[in-house]
């Protein structure tokens, strides 16, 4: 049964630490994006990767996130420093077309910065 | 600026019954329209999606209807079940930009 794994699935830290949520996407598939889900801003698109080169990441605040993919079953998304406002459920997502229209989401890592 | 607007927030339909979910989206040149159903703890899953080629998709229970004009589509449940209780989201798409609607949480009471 295939399907994207994200790991903690659960973080809660302090305001001023670094974050790193890890995904693991779905084995052959060369697309991954990472998605912000909060209350307030519903779904919000963070970034995405195909072949693991960054395609877009307009989405994501450059001056402490920053998202990776050191190979082809691990991508990263690391804030640094954290803050309060980071409190979200993140998620990511993977595919196998270059473009946004077929991906198959993880199941989340809900952060909490207190 | 919140380009694709959905409605209603909530929706509480009965066991049978039919449940329709409104979208409106701003950008003519977005090309592909999926909705999402989501559950508790879970990530969205893509349930159906249309593109504005054709005004109708049904696949099984689930219809999209889709006016290209107005700029609006929307997702009927037909034959409402308890286990569809969950929360959808309406998107647009085009290139390497995708959109999300706010959400509707869908309540189907046996």
């Known amino acids: 049964d295939a399907r994207v794994t994200q790991t903690p699935r659960h973080k809660v830290t302090e305001m001023g630490q670094e974050v790193t949520m890890r995904c693991q996407p779905i084995?052959?598939?060369?697309?991954v994006f990472w998605y912000r889900q909060t209350m307030m801003q519903g779904l919000e698109l963070l970034a995405y990767f195909r072949n693991r080169a960054p395609l877009d990441d307009s989405g994501m605040p450059k001056d402490r996130f920053s998202a990776e993919m050191p190979d082809a079953t691990l991508a990263t998304l690391k804030i640094q420093p954290s803050e309060p406002r980071d409190s979200a459920v993140y998620f990511c997502?993977?595919?196998?077309?270059?473009?946004?229209?077929?991906?198959?989401f993880g199941p989340g890592t809900r952060l909490l910065v207190l | 600026q919140q380009q694709v607007k959905q409605s209603p927030q909530s929706l509480i339909v009965q066991k049978g019954g039919i449940s329709i979910i409104n979208c409106a989206y701003e950008n003519t040149a977005f090309d592909y329209f999926p909705w999402y159903q989501q559950f508790p703890g879970k990530g969205p899953a893509l349930l159906i999606a249309i593109r504005p080629d054709v005004s109708e998709k049904k696949e099984g229970r689930f219809t999209i209807s889709f006016n290209k004009s107005a700029k609006q589509f929307s997702l009927h449940i037909m034959d409402s079940q308890p286990g569809d209780s969950a929360t959808y989201f309406c998107?647009?798409?085009?290139?390497?930009?995708?959109?999300f609607g706010a959400g509707t949480r869908l309540t189907v009471k046996p």
């Open positions: 997502a993977s595919g196998t077309r270059d473009s946004l229209e077929t991906q198959y």
């Open positions: 084995l052959g598939h060369n697309t």
């Open positions: 998107a647009a798409s085009r290139s390497n930009d995708m959109r």
